[in-house]
């Protein structure tokens, strides 16, 4: 037998030191060799962790034809027997949620409890799919027809596709997987090609509980070494559903291409994500809401806290709270594996660039950095601790810093983590507005400026008053510009104290300057 891999985790896994890269059904892993090999690296360390054989055409074929057979036979399976299948692969998860959670965090980089949450996502969602099992429900409906009746039944779509990330190199594939079995589907799982191994062990520990249990094959994989496959997987008419986790980039493309041949696609891509704080913030339960939104998964969430938008009376108590915050944090970044750690290392070291890029910019646009704000790449954690380095917001590099940084202007270099101060540059909505018009959807962001036409499109941080989001109808019976994207904005009632966010479509700004020292935000939404 193949030499075992030499660290633990992966021995209890039953992982030798090179691995198949391709489940095709039948028992069979494929024995493929002169495809390409996967090294999947630890990122705490460099070290290479073991290769895994790529898949190959032949193995991409021969899967696809052994799971369209099974389909045929998995979709007249009833409904709760498939859930009994999903409910033997839960068991077989709690018996190895400690290896797997530790796999995870090995070759993800992650905490290793964070890594046994992501297995225990997997042990929820097999039991939330076993229930919902029984509750696959459709509607009966009278018929005009005499001795008629009509009702509607869920059918299985056939086969599903699951790309996932290497943020959550099980938990994505598990999230689809289940249900989409539940339901009749049988999946094809294409894991991110820095986490491979975490994709095999999931695949044997459940295939194996399934083959015990005298049910079909059901879960497939293939790891491709390139592109090639993947993009043949996305255009792949046998399969109906394409699920995508990743990057807003290479979704908008998997998008386009499944919609081109009819397909459907689930995307779930990259995210920009804000906390506002007003002036009634309840910091205590903020504070640390802010810390675990940018620090879990060292901020390689879609989810994770990118912007902070603090109002002006209480902006400098928020930055030195953070700052004593992440100060716990920056001496416990190290091993993922160590119980003594709270945060493990980026991914890869193109994170790492990525953040040391974005400081630089954001310190070129007048940023300050408060904490840390540097590469901890090679030094020894007391080193680390002595330096005080440590990052908050869109943590990154290969035992990623805590970086706060201050009165940085621009919304679009949030991937720092940026803090936009109260009063002037919060309540400049219009200035806001402009850039994630422009950003995020290709827009010019224009703006109906009402009585002053010359502030149309401003960027200034000047005072803003009275400035509101007026209704489409009403904005065309102005003359005003309407930009047909969803828009998220503010509610700012100063004088109530309530911050609301309200969803709106194809509206206008429309402000006007005032001498009052206080500013306010009204919207109306569309069919007022």
């Known amino acids: 037998s193949p030499p075992r891999m030499s660290h633990p985790v992966l021995d209890k896994l039953g992982l030798a030191a090179t691995e198949s890269g391709s489940y095709i059904g039948n028992g069979e892993w494929s024995k493929t060799t002169d495809a390409g090999v996967l090294e999947p690296v630890n990122p705490t360390t460099g070290d290479v962790l073991g290769k895994v054989y790529a898949s190959s055409k032949a193995d991409y074929d021969t899967l696809m034809e052994r799971a369209q057979a099974n389909f045929k036979v998995w979709r007249k399976t009833p409904a709760p027997k498939r859930g009994e299948a999903i409910r033997l692969c839960a068991d077989a998860l709690r018996k190895h949620k400690d290896a797997l959670g530790s796999l995870v965090a090995l070759e993800m980089g992650k905490s290793k409890p964070e890594g046994d949450g992501e297995v225990q996502e997997m042990i929820d969602i097999a039991d939330f799919a076993v229930g919902?099992?029984?509750?696959?429900?459709?509607?009966?409906?009278h018929s005009e027809r005499p001795g008629h009746r009509m009702y509607e039944q869920y059918h299985p779509l056939g086969l599903v596709?699951?790309?996932?990330a290497f943020n959550f190199p099980v938990a994505v594939w598990a999230w689809n997987s289940f249900l989409a079995a539940i339901c009749g589907d049988v999946c094809i799982?294409?894991?991110?090609?820095?986490?491979?191994?975490?994709?095999?062990?999931s695949m044997k520990i459940c295939n194996e509980a399934l083959k015990e249990g005298g049910f079909?094959?059901?879960?497939?994989?293939f790891n491709d070494a390139g592109t090639e496959?993947?993009?043949?997987?996305v255009d792949d008419k046998r399969i109906p559903l394409i699920s995508f986790t990743g990057s807003t980039q290479v979704g908008r493309t998997v998008g386009e291409r499944v919609a081109r041949r009819m397909g459907r696609s689930l995307l779930e891509l990259g995210g920009n994500n804000a906390i506002i704080l007003d002036e009634t913030a309840d910091l205590k339960l903020a504070i640390p809401g802010i810390v675990f939104g940018a620090v879990g998964t060292a901020g390689?969430?879609?989810?994770?806290?990118?912007?902070l938008i603090v109002h002006e009376s209480i902006y400098d108590t928020v930055l030195s709270t953070l700052v004593k915050a992440y100060k716990q944090v920056e001496g416990k970044i190290g091993d993922p594996l160590d119980p003594a750690n709270l945060m493990g290392p980026l991914n890869s070291q193109g994170a790492v660039q990525q953040f040391l890029d974005s400081i630089a910019k954001a310190k070129a646009s007048g940023g300050t950095v408060k904490l840390g704000g540097r590469d901890l790449s090679g030094l020894s954690?007391?080193?680390?601790?002595?330096?005080?380095?440590?990052?908050?917001f869109q943590l990154t590099n290969l035992f990623p810093n805590l970086s706060v940084l201050e009165n940085v202007l621009l919304p679009g270099l949030s991937q720092a983590g940026a803090f936009l101060r109260g009063g002037k540059l919060l309540l400049h909505l219009a200035s806001l507005l402009h850039h994630l018009l422009h950003v995020h959807t290709g827009h010019d962001g224009s703006f109906t400026c009402g009585r002053t036409p010359s502030c149309k499109g401003s960027?200034?941080?000047?005072?803003?008053?009275?400035s509101k989001i007026v209704p489409r109808r009403a904005a065309r019976e102005r003359g005003g510009r309407v930009t047909s994207v969803d828009i998220h904005v503010l509610q700012y009632k100063p004088h109530s104290k309530i911050m609301q966010g309200r969803i709106m479509q194809g509206c206008i700004i429309s402000h006007t300057q005032s001498s009052r020292a206080e500013s306010g935000i009204s919207c109306a939404p569309l069919n007022s």
């Not at 986490?195 to 095999?200: F, G, H, R």
């Not at 954690?381 to 908050?392: E, V, Y």
């Open 381 to 392: 954690p007391s080193a680390r601790t002595k330096a005080g380095l440590g990052r908050a």
């Open 216 to 221: 079909p094959d059901i879960f497939f994989l």
């Open 300 to 307: 390689q969430r879609c989810t994770t806290t990118r912007r």
């Open 459 to 466: 960027r200034s941080t000047a005072g803003l008053s009275n």
């Open 189 to 201: 799982w294409k894991p991110s090609n820095k986490t491979p191994l975490t994709a095999i062990a």
């Open 229 to 233: 496959l993947a993009e043949k997987f």
């Open 161 to 164: 596709g699951i790309i996932s």
């Open 132 to 141: 919902q099992s029984r509750m696959l429900y459709g509607y009966t409906m």
